[in-house]
């Protein structure tokens, strides 16, 4: 078993074995261990929270496509808005104190929600809050791995988070959320359940050591902050221009990127329009909409398991361009289902196979599509996203996937804004059908134009520092820390 870090170690000791070096090696380490629960039981919980408020909305609103748009709002624009300052004021503060401030916060932020739970402006409000605080908590998070690890654990450190961060939308949004809400009778379960899981995530992360600030003049300053603030701001908009620069450049990244954006782009339209689609278009309650996001998350595991055993054998540029196709012809299956149900049963029924009318419902055909959809998602994010990462050169790759998370943060945001109030307006089929023509235009233009990607296999790249497009929709994006970075050093 290796040995516990000590913080701040200046210098290297014994170099460890070769066994403590990987995942289990480093989840050997007590406080390792507990920063990682504590990430897992947020992480997790969050992505709980979405979906249970989601379906706590979507029932106080009749299904309205809006209100539940500017709930996910709500999730998102602080991300966006202080992620860029967010790392000023953790390196002024212990982070320790940080992380177990901010999982307090959001706990009582939860606990409070039960009381007010048909207030929407206060759960808007509230959510905002604990948007604004998650800010806070994943810089924290991220840039104290060094302190509670070795040198040689960060590699293994590093990927563990990443993994998790990657998993977490699916196992909380897809399968615990749903699936606890069911359980448990009502949201108000799930919100007390999520509240437990932050405290405990709080005594986990009182147990790591401090991490003393390491900013000039640490603690809180006014005016020192507001002008690191603003020299954050400004870099992080510099940076972002490099990144737009060598994108104009390159035109097989501006592809990539597109092809991540769309599929972050439909991630939203599907979580505005949930709830509404159940109730209106399949005859049911806004929380099963369960029916499509399950059968989603289970394609999505389906399609990156294919990649991994088939991806080596199939040209990159028509995997991608397929999927986007399929995801196209998806979204039109899923706004006509109701029609084409009932034009299938009756054609069944004529022709005297009365037996297969289960097979051609409207629910079977929905599972059946929103499968297909999850496998061409896989399709199109991860061998785009692969592209990425062979391609970019290590000087702006930083940039460019911080252009990545604005890409995907505004592709998230354009269809929430705009898809909830025309779903209103028109029918969430009607908003589905729009985009499966749209997605269309994109994959018929990539497949008659000249060639956006280099002839390679679609085989996924090795997890890394990649973004992952479904997790960055749900949760801001914890920065990760320079992996040859030792602790204590240049700080």
């Not at 170099?15 to 992480?43: E, I, K, M, Y």
């Not at 221009?241 to 097989?252: D, F, K, Q, T, V």
């Not at 399709?379 to 940039?399: F, H, K, M, S």
Request: charge should be neutral; hydrophobic fraction near 55%; glycine fraction near 10%.
């Amino acid at each position: 078993m290796s040995r516990e870090p000590r913080t701040l170690l200046a210098r290297e000791v014994e170099p460890l074995p070769a066994d403590a070096q990987g995942t289990l090696g480093v989840l050997r380490n007590s406080r390792f261990r507990s920063l990682w629960l504590s990430q897992v039981a947020t992480q997790v919980g969050g992505n709980m929270v979405l979906y249970g408020l989601t379906v706590l909305v979507a029932e106080r609103t009749n299904s309205s496509a809006s209100a539940v748009s500017l709930l996910l709002l709500t999730f998102l624009v602080p991300a966006v808005v202080f992620s860029a300052v967010a790392g000023v004021y953790v390196d002024r503060f212990d982070r320790r104190t940080i992380l177990v401030a901010a999982n307090l916060v959001r706990a009582v932020a939860f606990v409070v929600m039960l009381f007010l739970d048909t207030n929407l402006l206060a759960i808007y409000l509230l959510n905002i809050v604990v948007s604004t605080v998650t800010t806070l908590f994943a810089p924290a998070e991220a840039s104290t791995i060094p302190f509670v690890v070795r040198r040689e654990q960060l590699l293994a450190a590093n990927g563990l988070f990443t993994f998790t961060l990657q998993a977490s939308f699916a196992v909380g949004f897809a399968v615990l959320g749903p699936f606890l809400v069911i359980l448990l009778g009502d949201v108000q379960g799930l919100l007390i359940l999520v509240a437990a899981l932050y405290l405990v995530a709080a005594g986990m992360c009182a147990t790591l050591p401090p991490v003393a600030p390491v900013a000039e003049g640490a603690g809180f300053h006014a005016t020192a902050a507001l002008g690191e603030a603003e020299q954050a701001v400004a870099g992080t908009f510099g940076q972002l221009r490099e990144g737009l620069a060598y994108i104009r450049a390159n035109p097989s990244i501006f592809w990539s990127l597109s092809y991540l954006g769309i599929t972050a782009s439909l991630i939203g339209v599907l979580g505005a329009l949930g709830p509404s689609f159940a109730q209106h278009s399949l005859g049911l309650g806004p929380k099963d909409f369960v029916v499509v996001v399950l059968p989603l998350g289970a394609g999505l595991v389906v399609g990156i398991l294919l990649l991994n055993a088939y991806g080596r054998y199939l040209p990159r540029r028509r995997v991608i361009e397929g999927g986007m196709l399929t995801l196209a012809v998806c979204l039109g299956l899923l706004a006509v289902a109701a029609p084409l149900s009932s034009f299938l049963k009756a054609r069944a029924s004529n022709n005297g196979f009365v037996q297969l009318g289960p097979l051609v419902s409207l629910l079977a055909i929905v599972v059946v599509v929103a499968i297909v959809a999850g496998i061409a998602y896989a399709l199109v994010a991860v061998p785009a996203q692969t592209q990425l990462q062979e391609e970019l050169p290590a000087d702006v790759r930083g940039r460019v996937f911080g252009v990545l998370n604005m890409l995907v943060s505004v592709a998230s945001f354009v269809p929430i804004i705009v898809a909830g109030p025309v779903a209103d307006l028109t029918s969430p089929d009607a908003v589905l059908l729009a985009c499966g023509v749209l997605v269309a235009g994109v994959g018929l233009r990539s497949v008659v134009g000249p060639a956006p990607l280099r002839p390679v296999s679609a085989e996924p790249a090795p997890l890394g520092g990649a973004v992952d497009p479904v997790a960055v929709t749900a949760m801001p994006l914890a920065r990760q820390p320079d992996a040859q970075q030792r602790p204590g050093e240049g700080r």
